[in-house]
């Protein structure tokens, strides 16, 4: 899927007004996802949002700033971010990184250190199109995001670079996952949890359907605890 639909929301007061009661009784655990253009909006977000009853904040750090420029591709805004972020509330936080940003290790280093308590790999990939008979770009915005299964493989590419060089901070993987081999692959390469985006549009209860696959899985191979897949992929 390639969208740029941005981040439209009412903003944070409005949020709060229309779901706080709904969040307190759901018999799940939320996360609440913080976006701004700048580091005193994310600070602001975050603050109201530790009183809305989620359980944990993901700062989406590919949100553009006020030059345009995603802060998830900096390493040093990307921690700045997080650290205001870590100061606004009490709620255990987790930075969303992009694939985009080369190393994409720097930016897991930089927001961990800044106090993200894990962190999400990845977002979606910039991408674009243009239509060859009408040759405008598929996008009014001409550049968007592109996620669904074809940035699987990057996806897991950034997983293993940050399981590697940073051991022990724990990786929520997404990126493509639609199927119950495909979380484990993200788990093999060093995720402790999988989201799951893109498929829903296509399947709306496929997390139903995943799940029964994991649990056949395990039961095929031995496997007693989903912990025991992560980082658990053979080398060559």
């Not at 949020?15 to 996802?33: K, M």
Request: net charge negative; with cysteine; glycine share 10%.
């Amino acid at each position: 899927m390639l969208n740029s639909i941005g981040i439209q929301n009412p903003g944070i007061d409005e949020w709060l007004d229309a779901f706080r009661d709904q969040i307190q009784t759901l018999p799940t655990d939320v996360w609440g996802s913080v976006v701004a253009h700048d580091i005193d909006g994310f600070t602001t977000v975050a603050s109201k949002m530790d009183t809305s009853g989620v359980a944990a904040i993901e700062v989406n750090l590919s949100c553009p700033n006020l030059e345009g420029v995603p802060f998830a591709l900096d390493p040093h805004l990307s921690g700045e971010v997080v650290r205001s972020v870590r100061a606004a509330t009490r709620l255990p936080i987790s930075a969303k990184l992009t694939s985009d940003a080369q190393p994409i290790s720097a930016v897991a280093a930089s927001v961990a250190e800044a106090g993200a308590d894990w962190v999400v790999v990845a977002n979606t990939v910039m991408g674009a199109r243009i239509d060859a008979e009408t040759r405008r770009p598929a996008l009014s915005g001409l550049i968007g995001g592109y996620s669904g299964a074809p940035i699987r493989p990057i996806a897991i590419r950034s997983v293993l670079e940050i399981a590697r060089d940073l051991p022990g901070l724990p990786i929520v993987g997404c990126g493509g996952a639609s199927e119950a081999d495909h979380v484990v692959e993200f788990l093999l390469a060093g995720a402790s949890a999988v989201a799951i985006g893109s498929a829903h549009f296509k399947t709306p209860r496929v997390a139903g359907t995943i799940t029964r696959g994991l649990n056949r899985y395990m039961a095929k191979h031995g496997v007693t605890a989903i912990s025991q897949l992560t980082g658990a992929y053979e080398p060559w």
